[in-house]
């Protein structure tokens, strides 16, 4: 009754078993059409994400937004595909066709992919992998080249800085993004991200706050929105790697990064806000797709409110920041957080109890103020340096007055 | 022949005519490309082998930072990217001969071993590869030397790279 997704699925099952096929040839029929379901569903989504991201910048900069076709301009998106799909459809000169059109593919079929293993609800899950929290970071992997393929294969001096620019932009966020995972993955005691959701009776984000900021930091790092929107740079770079894609070429990478921000929203909704996890959620699994799509939608708004708000870093600050300020904190919480789990499970606390949590956000506090404290200090010395007199054209510094 | 073999024999065939590919074309960008095209078949195959840790790091490694790192030092040189001179030089015959050697003994050494034609065991559902993988690694028994081994290698490697980029000022 409130499971309708696996209602159909045996249904289905049995029409098929009816007509004399093997279980096998079901089981793969099934698992065929379980794909093209999740895979339409949230290419549904995508579409009317369009039409939210337009609608929350508008409010961000004090405007309506599309409100003209339909209620509050609900059929924009529609109208946007069909501008794109009857555009021209422009080859530049001296692109390498074959992986200039697969480029795009890549682009969005690399974030239809980490869809494959998040939980919807309890009784419904793509594939419950061992290894899911690395699988994530593998088709991340994968998406990266999608880029670098675009950006070689346009032959465009322009595309290929803006590549360039991303690559070392989520090659470097990856690193932290992973150590981050590591800690969920400790609290959760599995890499199967359904495990991990089953296991959040409290949400990992009280055990985990600094864990959690992390990888939503990183995660915007690695989606390339502002503040870390380096390979877009109109003023620099034009529009960065996709500058020669036109027509619905550009629509994939485009609808790519709108879908890739949800995900990433809904990952951050698994792995620190209980996924589907919520009232009466297990009784009536459909309430879980709700409450996953609520919770990831509130943290593609978090990702756009920082997007709309912040202005872009500079690339060599970026780097600084990753390096020297967010992997060693990653790694310092996950040590700690390993050492202090041991040390509560000996004392006899149960894993994932009230004790347990308090105990892991009382960490949390402790390296979050040790880490401001010695960036206050660093700030003091670097503001000293700084407010130092340098002459610009004493003889010593220029040279002249040497004999 | 089952849909697991039909499976393994699609994906073999995928990962040679990569991996030939990968010596023969003209490009090597190009080349990268069917690098990453015969990796990632070496990945399904560790699948095939119910051995999804191994696929997973294989992705990540070798796709996600050699690959990309190829890509990237290939682009950043000058005038190598485009179509470039011959694709063989005087050594091909020796290169043949070593291959075909190496192909030879493996192939003799694999139809020696019993295990070639067995049916490997089925995984109980309640087995759980990962835990396993990772308590043998750091368990005496395992292979806690070579894993330690390992991980000063990389260590060191790690300080290499440090001194080496390290700004004297």
Redesign the interface.
Known sequence: MFDPINAIAQWLAALLASLGLSSGLVNLILTLVGVLAIASFVLIVDIFLVWVERKVVARFQDRLGPNRLGPFGLIQPLADIIKLLIKEDITPLGADKVVYNLAPILALATVLMLWAVIPFAPTMLGADLNVGVLYIVAVGAIGTLGIIMAGWASNNKYALLGAMRTVALTIAYEVPMVVALLVPVILGRSMSIHQIVNSQTIWYIVAAPLAAAIFLISAIAELGRAPFDLAEAESEIVAGFHIEYTGMKFGLFYAGELLHALTMGALFASFFMGGWRGPFAEQAPILGVFYLFLKAMFIYWVIMWVKYSLPRVRIDHMLNFNWKLLTPLALAVVMFTALTDKALIELGVAAGSLTYSLAMLALNLLIGWITLSLLRSYARIERQRVAAPRPVASPEYSGVAKS | MT?LQMIFILVAAMTLGAGLMVVTAR?L??SA?WL?LALFGVAIVYVLLQA??LA??Q??IY???I??LM??AI?LTRNI?SESGPRFNENWSWALVIALVLFGTLAWMLSGWDGIAAQAPAISPRF???RELGLALVSPEGFVLAFEVASVLLLAALIGALVVAWDRR
């Open positions: 849909p490009n960008v190009h490309l990453v999804g840790f997973v790091v992705v990540v796709i996600g930072a690959a990309i890509i990237f682009m990217a759980d590869t990962v």
